[in-house]
Structures are given as C-alpha cells and as structure tokens.
C-alpha cells in the first residue's frame, strides 16, 4: 500500500540551529515532491516544490533534497528562528496535479 | 499572489442539518479545485476533484451524497456536507489550481457538529 511517512511528530530545537526533516514514501512515483507549512488552524501554505530529476533546491534559509533511489527527501531551515514554529508537510503530487501529504513534523524554535 | 478563500471559516450545527461550505479563488481562474479533510494531528485526506462544469471525482471511500460538490464557476466550488453527523467534525480545507499546475490552498473551515 502506498504511505508517506515524516520522521517525528515533533522536533524542539534551538534557535539558530538548523532543522532536519524526513519525508519517506513507499508505491509512489510522484512527478513532484513539496513541502508546505502549515500553522494552527490554517491552511498549508506552500513553500518549496522539487522535481524527481533535481537533486537539490533551495529558498533563502530553506534547502530541499530529493533522493528517489532511497525514496526519500529531506527539508532543512538553517539559522531557524521562533517564527519558524509550525507544522510542516511534505506531499507528493501525481500526474493529475493530486496531492497525498503526510502527518507532519511539528518543529517548535525556543529562543 | 494567488489567493483562494473559503466561507464560512467556521460553523457549528446541529446533527441532521446540512452545512454548506464555500472556496473561491480571488485573483485567478481555478480550472481545478479540490477538497481535503483533516482531523486533529493527522494529514490532510483528499476528498475529492472538483473541474468546473464537470461531476466531482470522489476519492474511495467518500460518500458522493454525503458531499456534495458543485463547481458552478471558474472561481467557485461548493461543498455540502448533508444530514451532518458528529463524526463529520473536522477541518475541511479546499485548494484551486491555475492554469499553470499551480495550487494554491484556502485557509479552511472548522465544522463541528453537535
């Protein structure tokens, strides 16, 4: 069966630190990998999209790899902040523009 | 940028009535739209494909009259939960994709039903 998995529930680091998140699918051959992040009772808001022939993907303090070998992709935020504090997701998109998320990673900056 | 909103972003009903929920793409001409569930703590659920002038396409396990959606319009998709339920509480969250692929998501909708 098909399934995405994000590596923890929640990760607690320390400002400045950077943050590592694991995305890991099994039966998909996504066209696209994204992460999104999404606040309390909010919708996603999309940030980094990266295509299965890219390797690697950055956005100012946010870097995105994508191994489909190992089926996996990794999402950093370097020199994170408080106001990084969110849930991020990652989803993988199908031909038909369809989106299948997983759990989430809830990363709390402490100051 | 693009915007989608969603109406009401909030609602509390009684079990049996039927609540309708709305997404509208401000900025843009949605030819896509789709419809996602999430309960607390857990990813959000694709629900269902909403293409303007055409039936929704509904995920398995969706109950299509249990949901209704009509995409009247390129910047309007409706979804109605009918004869709502307890079990139907949840956060329903709607996404509008241009013309270019892009997609972009609504702020969504608490339900709870009493």
């Known amino acids: 069966s098909q399934k995405i998995e994000q590596n923890s529930e929640a990760l607690n680091i320390q400002e400045g630190k950077t943050a590592t998140l694991t995305c890991n699918y099994t039966?998909?051959?996504?066209?696209?990998l994204q992460w999104y992040r999404q606040d309390p009772g909010r919708g996603p808001v999309f940030l980094l999209l990266?295509?299965?022939?890219?390797k690697e993907k950055r956005k100012e303090r946010l870097k995105v790899t994508f191994d489909t070998t190992l089926k996996q992709s990794l999402f950093h935020i370097t020199a994170s902040q408080p106001a990084d504090s969110a849930t991020y997701l990652c989803a993988l998109e199908s031909n038909d523009y369809k989106l299948s998320f997983g759990a989430g990673t809830t990363v709390t900056v402490r100051a | 940028g693009a915007v989608v909103s969603q109406h009401p972003s909030w609602v509390i009903c009684k079990s049996g009535t039927s609540v309708k929920i709305e997404c509208r793409s401000l900025?843009?001409?949605?030819?896509?739209m789709f419809w996602y569930r999430q309960f607390p703590k857990q990813s959000l659920m694709l629900m269902a494909t909403?293409?303007?002038?055409?039936?929704?396409?509904?995920e398995q396990g969706v109950e299509k009259d249990k949901f209704l959606i009509n995409h009247a319009s390129l910047t309007l998709s409706t979804l109605t939960v009918t004869s709502a339920h307890p079990e139907d509480s949840s956060f329903y969250i709607c996404s509008a994709t241009n013309r270019v692929g892009e997609q972009f998501f609504g702020p969504g909708t608490r339900l709870t039903v009493l």
């Open positions: 909403s293409n303007e002038g055409s039936k929704a396409t509904y």
């Open positions: 039966n998909y051959s996504p066209a696209y």
């Open positions: 900025d843009f001409q949605a030819t896509t």
């Open positions: 990266i295509r299965e022939n890219e």
